[in-house]
């Protein structure tokens, strides 16, 4: 009998957006959870003429589109038999990662996310920062 693969949960970066707008759309069977620090730093890309700020423009176009409820409540699947997105908003940064880098960053609250993420998923679903 095959054996099924577990799930993963995918947690993005601002640059994997900035570089696939359709990037979530790559994930299949898999979740995907943006940070709101990644859709507050998209922001600040959507203004210019470069590929990266079309790529800013058209994910915000595709997020709005979404249900905005279901996206910070549990997620939106992305189809029959695939994952779902939703956009988490942190609680602050972790302890440990305050310890280990002290400032707040962008950066530092996205892998503050992942952290997170990961504790509460304990050994249940593998957690994957891209």
Do not use: W, Y
């Amino acid at each position: 009998m095959a054996q099924r693969k577990t799930a993963k949960v995918f947690i993005l970066d601002t640059n994997v957006i900035l570089h696939d707008a359709t990037c979530i759309n790559q994930f299949q069977e898999h979740d995907v959870i943006i940070p709101l620090t990644v859709i507050e730093e998209l922001d600040f890309f959507k203004r210019g003429s470069q590929v990266i700020n079309l790529n800013a423009r058209e994910f915000a176009r595709m997020l709005d589109a979404m249900d905005s409820i279901a996206l910070f409540n549990g997620g939106v699947p992305l189809g029959k038999g695939r994952g779902k997105v939703r956009i988490l908003i942190p609680r602050g940064i972790n302890d440990e990662i305050k310890f280990l880098f002290k400032e707040d960053t962008p950066d530092h609250r996205i892998l503050s996310v992942a952290s997170e993420v990961n504790k509460k998923n304990g050994k249940k679903r593998p957690v994957v920062l891209i």
